[in-house]
Nanobody, 124 residues
Framework: DVQLVESGGGFVQPGGSLRLSCAAS????????MGWFRQAPGREREGVGV????????YYDESVKGRFTISRDNAKNAVYLQMDSLKPEDSAVYHC??????????????????WGQGTQVTVS
């Protein structure tokens, strides 16, 4: 199994940037697609973006496209979410998630069996 721990959340002003990290306790190799999801109070969890095993392919929700960038470093067992031009509506708890690689990249959370506890991002 893969265990995931997020870090890097915090407070930031609108227009600012944050970089979230996700550390995997297991061997994060080419077997897993990695995704980022977020959940704001009173709202359902939504997908932010997902990255392929080698990092060559990414897929983003329209709400963050052009502002957020996912990357991964398999040698460090880590995945990152660079968030730029942040808006108040980006405020949420951000979770990283993992799924066994295969098929197209998507943001269907039911496809991801492994989840971190989340890190809070507040844009205000």
């Amino acid at each position: 199994d893969v265990q995931l721990v997020e870090s890097g959340g915090g407070f930031v002003q609108p227009g600012g940037s944050l970089r979230l990290s996700c550390a995997a306790s297991g061997y994060l190799d080419r077997r897993y697609y990695m995704g980022w999801f977020r959940q704001a109070p009173g709202r359902e969890r939504e997908g932010v973006g997902v990255i392929s095993t080698t990092g060559v392919l990414t897929y983003y929700d329209e709400s963050v496209k052009g502002r957020f960038t996912i990357s991964r470093d398999n040698a460090k067992n880590a995945v990152y979410l660079q968030m730029d031009s942040l808006k108040p509506e980006d405020s949420a708890v951000y979770h990283c998630a993992a799924r066994v690689a295969g098929g197209t990249l998507s943001l269907l959370e039911d496809d991801f069996p492994y989840w971190g506890q989340g890190t809070q991002v507040t844009v205000s």
